[in-house]
């Protein structure tokens, strides 16, 4: 397929750029799915207090178009070449800014935030939501319409962005004028770069995006103007939702020097879910970057829970809509970066031969908690801990204790979420970064039973909005033509699993498993308010 944009017909690309927690990432793609050209850039966070989490908002587009126009130079070819741009951007992280001027009147707040964890603690324990709760319950029984029933079971988190925005709202006076003026734009990142990219002519997201703030109704499919008046949010400042695969329009031709068709933008962990080709139900994707997150497509209905999963749209292209049940463990990445800087080890590729070195962990158990305990145990004010030390126990072992706290939480999370959609899992992927740790992988195959698969390249976020920019634009034609560009790296086989694949955990781990659980209880509840 050629471009013939500006009078030229030559090879295209599908440009895609993942903002992550940690990094900014663009690659190009061409029409094999390969990598034709990259740049990386980091995200710094800031800690202006503790438990605050921010990230400064012109440093984040000044990243976004550094690796854009780094990635086209690796790729030795011209602007004009590249067919389309997609978006995949981590997920309630935003800020809020001015609509005429497109100043923000604060940094973004990041998912990692904890400044509304004791909001969301009142919150959760008041008359309020237990008669929210109560008239839900009733309504359930009279009507049995699911949606009575997650409302409620609902339970508020620090990670979604709720209460952060309350908080913005009551102590930034900016904001509050400006919602009284009506020239306040609420947006997480991805609807801050369609705002910039445009020059202020798109203020949107998409239903992946919106579907994880926890603001959003995704049993209707909008903003939900019942929580928004429950907890004094105003519905003006909120961005249009869009389809996943919308022509967004196209970037100003003064940022590339060419106009270029944004033609998708997503949610970092539904892009991943797109890049591995997880499009039937049953299958489940994990993602093991600076937290951990697992979803299952659980096809056109969403997910009702009890023990804290969450019903988030994968997305909606066309009149298809299909959604995913997910779990979250907010500190792995973030739980070996604190290794490294503590020197238990020099380079993250040493981690997985430092834990086989031992035959154990000789009974150290890590708790991975530095942003608290997200599903099934739900606990924002549990804290990170090291229990089980001995004169005995050398940096090997430290090292193994922690990636062992990393397939503990995923087995966890896995177990959630088989006991709660009682749908048969048909394949399950890992990627990300942490994915490359060899001993991570076979204890998790080991505890699942079943076989994992990693890909060739882990970034598959980015994979997943291209492949979306890359279907609306022609650039690939059906989901089984990506199925056939999908790459496997490796198959992690559980070991000592059953013929029918229900395997169990060896013995020596059953005894581990119990002590880190009796750990987690140790660390539940840390932090009083």
């Known amino acids: 397929m050629g471009s013939q944009r500006n009078g030229f017909k030559k090879e ?241 031709p003064s940022i590339f020097g060419v106009s270029i068709p944004i033609m998708s933008v997503m949610a970092d962990q539904q892009a991943a879910m797109f890049g591995e080709c997880c499009f039937d139900v049953g299958d489940v994707k994990i993602t093991m970057g600076t937290g951990t997150f697992m979803n299952i497509n659980t096809g056109r209905k ?44 020099s380079d993250v590729k040493d981690t997985s031969a430092m834990a086989y070195s031992v035959s154990d962990s000789d009974g150290v158990c890590f708790v991975p908690s530095f942003s608290g305990l997200q599903a099934p145990l739900n606990d924002p004010k549990a804290c990170a801990s090291l229990m089980g030390l001995k004169p005995s126990t050398t940096k090997c072992h430290l090292v193994r204790a922690i990636l062992e706290s990393v397939a503990f939480r995923n087995k966890q999370l896995y177990e959630t979420m088989l006991s709660e959609t009682h749908i048969p899992i048909t394949k399950i992927r890992m990627d990300g970064g942490v994915s490359s740790n060899d001993f991570i992988m076979q204890l998790t195959a080991d505890l699942f039973g079943r076989k994992v698969a990693r890909p060739q390249h882990n970034e598959m976020s980015c994979l997943g909005a291209a492949f979306v920019a890359g279907l609306g634009v022609g650039f690939w034609k059906t989901r089984e033509e990506l199925k056939k560009l999908q790459t496997t790296d490796q198959l992690f086989t559980p070991r000592g699993a059953h013929k029918d694949g229900a395997g169990s955990p060896s013995q020596e781990y059953t005894t581990v498993l119990q002590s880190w659980e009796r750990a987690l209880r140790r660390s539940m509840n840390w932090y009083k308010p």
């Open 302 to 345: 969403p997910h009702t829970s009890v023990a804290g999963l969450y019903p988030v749209v994968g997305w909606k292209i066309g009149s298809e809509v299909v959604y995913l049940a997910e779990g979250n463990a907010a500190d792995t990445g973030a739980s070996i970066k604190w290794a490294q800087e503590l020197e238990l080890f």
């Open 12 to 252: 295209s690309f599908i440009l895609s750029v993942d903002v992550g927690t940690t990094s900014i990432r663009c690659h190009v793609y061409d029409k094999e799915a390969k990598i034709r050209g990259s740049c990386t850039t980091k995200v710094v966070s800031l800690y202006p207090e503790v438990g605050h989490v921010e990230m400064d908002p012109d440093a984040l587009w000044k990243g976004f178009i550094t690796v854009v126009k780094g990635a086209v130079k690796d790729t030795g070819v011209h602007m004009r070449q590249i067919e389309a741009i997609g978006i995949s951007t981590q997920r309630g992280t935003f800020t809020t800014w001015d609509r005429k001027t497109g100043v923000p009147f604060h940094n973004f707040i990041s998912w990692q935030d904890q400044r509304a964890a004791d909001l969301v603690k009142s919150w959760n324990r008041s008359c309020t939501m237990k008669a929210v709760h109560g008239v839900m319950k009733v309504l359930y029984f009279l009507t049995r319409q699911k949606r009575s029933l997650a409302a409620s079971l609902i339970v508020f988190s620090t990670q979604h962005v709720t209460f952060r925005l309350v908080w913005a709202l009551t102590h930034y006076k900016q904001v509050h004028q400006a919602v009284a003026e009506g020239n306040c734009c609420f947006g997480t990142i991805d609807t801050w770069l369609l705002f910039k990219l445009t020059k202020g002519l798109v203020h949107a997201t998409e239903y992946s995006n919106a579907s994880a703030t926890g603001i959003f109704d995704s049993y209707q499919m909008c903003w939900s103007g019942f929580l928004c008046s429950l907890v004094s949010l105003p519905l003006s400042i909120f961005p249009k939702v869009e389809n996943t695969g919308h022509d967004f329009g196209s970037t100003d």
